[in-house]
């Protein structure tokens, strides 16, 4: 057993292929290779296509680590890699169907491109693929390895696992992945899915071949080597010209999948909460106002983001914008909005805030909870603290130590409470026992915040019935 150097946190994540290991000094990313691991990365790295891939933003930056960082990584490894830094780390299973969809295209994408010069890729899993806003980027620079003649994709099925299966679940059934995703870090197995693709649902894009067949397959060469499965391919004419034509199709079929739900409550929400065009501007001023006192902020999370409205105005004065949202259907048409616009600053992901994304995989660790990866430098939390308060029953003072817990060291919280008397707040209250909520009141709010920080700037909108803070945390 290897020792870890100190200040040096290796990735929970990254443990699964021995032959490389990615650690993280301070905001440094770094990657040990083994000696073979080391050797494949030269051969990429003078390759043509690979830094062409990396100049289009396709794939992370990525290049040898200087001298004077590579030792923090460990004496153990033949060569240290250096990475660029994601700015928000996300799991497949906070992404809406198009964003899964665009990352299953350029895993695809890159996967053809690699086979073209002699290199394919290893895995095949959605956690190989992270986001710059609305762009997705291909950040597994280990995966890469080069072709043998006769094997086949050996990502395949960790491909259909956490991309094809759930687009298909979806595109197909309307039934939303998210929940399918966050219940199995593997992803949706072959056979739990097949019952549900039926009679004539076999015959939909896709589910006979890499479902109904690929499940045979496997069942049929359960008790088969992977040596054994490799020679019969081979002796069968598998070729790496027939491995291309067949990411083509997958390449095909994907591009086909298509879902797009019917509006919900929360897509038509700006229109139907109740605010005055002053209410509008006063809140607008006040948010751009907030989050330029940050000084540039690194991380602006926008919670309960809707239609990214705040969002947009936050992204001009921040590096990175997280807009949170629970409905699929909304982060659906917000992302596909900000890929339009070529944005590259927001994120939109799908997290429900009373139910937020926990630590899963291996011992819990290995995909960080919604809370463990969020350490913003402002907290947009507007028109939110009401629907958790009333709508989900999560005491007023457990709302404020969220978003304090959200919130880096000396960072802000901006903050919209509604008061009692706000149509909004009294339609969610009507549903509610009598007395159910006696704690919530702007003086309970106030003192709550003014607990936890300091409050440096309050405004009441021209309604009347809604006031802005915005909190220095722990200030």
Same mark, same amino acid.
């Given at each position: ?133 609305a762009k997705p980027v291909f950040i597994d620079i280990g995966s890469f390895t080069p072709v043998r003649d006769g094997e086949p994709w050996a990502g395949y099925r960790q491909f259909c696992q956490t991309l094809l299966y759930p687009l298909l679940l979806t595109a197909h059934l309307g039934v939303d992945f998210q ?133 947009? =105005? #936050?992204?001009? *004065? ?9 409905? &699929?259907? $909304? +982060? /659906?048409? !917000? ?46 939390? =507007? #028109?939110?603290? *009401? ?9 007023? &003072?457990? $709302? +404020? /130590?969220? !978003? ?72």
């Amino acid at each position: 057993m290897t020792s870890t150097p100190t200040g040096v946190r290796p990735e929970p994540a990254s443990f699964r292929d021995p032959a490389n290991r990615v650690f993280h000094v301070g905001d440094e990313v770094l990657r040990g290779l083994d000696a073979q691991a080391a050797e494949h990365w030269r051969t990429l790295a003078a390759s043509p296509f690979f830094p062409t891939l990396v100049s289009a933003g396709k794939v992370c930056a990525t290049e040898d680590a200087p001298a004077t960082l590579a030792p923090a990584a460990g004496t153990e490894w033949a060569a240290v890699l250096r990475h660029e830094r994601i700015p928000f780390v996300s799991h497949p299973y906070e992404w809406s169907f198009a964003m899964l969809r665009d990352a299953a295209l350029l895993h695809l994408e890159i996967l053809r491109t690699a086979l073209a010069e002699g290199f394919t890729t290893k895995d095949g899993s959605a956690y190989n693929l992270q986001w710059r806003g609305a762009k997705p980027v291909f950040i597994d620079i280990g995966s890469f390895t080069p072709v043998r003649d006769g094997e086949p994709w050996a990502g395949y099925r960790q491909f259909c696992q956490t991309l094809l299966y759930p687009l298909l679940l979806t595109a197909h059934l309307g039934v939303d992945f998210q929940p399918w995703l966050r219940a199995q870090v593997d992803g949706i197995e072959a056979e739990q899915l097949r019952p549900l693709f039926g009679g004539t649902r076999r015959l939909r894009p896709g589910v006979l071949t890499h479902l109904h067949l690929h499940g045979a397959m496997q069942q049929r060469n359960a008790a088969a080597s992977t040596t054994d499965v490799k020679a019969q391919l081979r002796a069968a004419g598998y070729s790496r010209q027939l491995q291309a034509a067949t990411v083509r199709g997958i390449e095909k079929l994907v591009r086909r999948l298509e879902h797009r739900p019917f509006g919900s409550h929360w897509s038509d929400y700006q229109r139907t909460c109740g605010y005055s065009a002053r209410d509008r501007v006063a809140k607008e001023q006040f948010v751009v106002a907030a989050v330029a006192a940050a000084g540039r902020p690194r991380l602006v999370l926008d919670l309960g983001a809707n239609d990214g409205r705040y969002s947009r =105005l #936050a992204a001009g *004065h921040a590096d990175c914008v997280v807009a949170v949202e629970q409905d &699929p259907a $909304v +982060v /659906d048409e !917000l992302y596909r909005a900000l890929r339009s616009e070529g944005q590259q600053r927001i994120l939109p992901l799908v997290v429900d805030l009373a139910d937020p994304s926990p630590g899963g995989g291996w011992r819990g660790v290995e995909r960080a909870g919604f809370a463990q990866r969020a350490s913003a430098d402002v907290v947009l939390a =507007l #028109a939110l603290a *009401h629907h958790l308060a009333i709508g989900r029953n999560v005491p007023l &003072p457990e $709302v +404020v /130590d969220w !978003l304090a817990g959200l919130t880096a060291p000396g960072g802000a919280v901006v903050v919209e409470f509604v008061h009692p008397d706000d149509p909004m707040a009294a339609r969610l209250l009507a549903n509610k026992p009598d007395g159910l909520f006696p704690d919530y009141r702007r003086d309970t709010f106030e003192r709550l915040l003014a607990a936890r920080g300091r409050i440096t700037d309050r405004l009441e909108l021209p309604s009347g019935t809604r006031t802005l803070y915005r909190t220095v945390m722990g200030g």
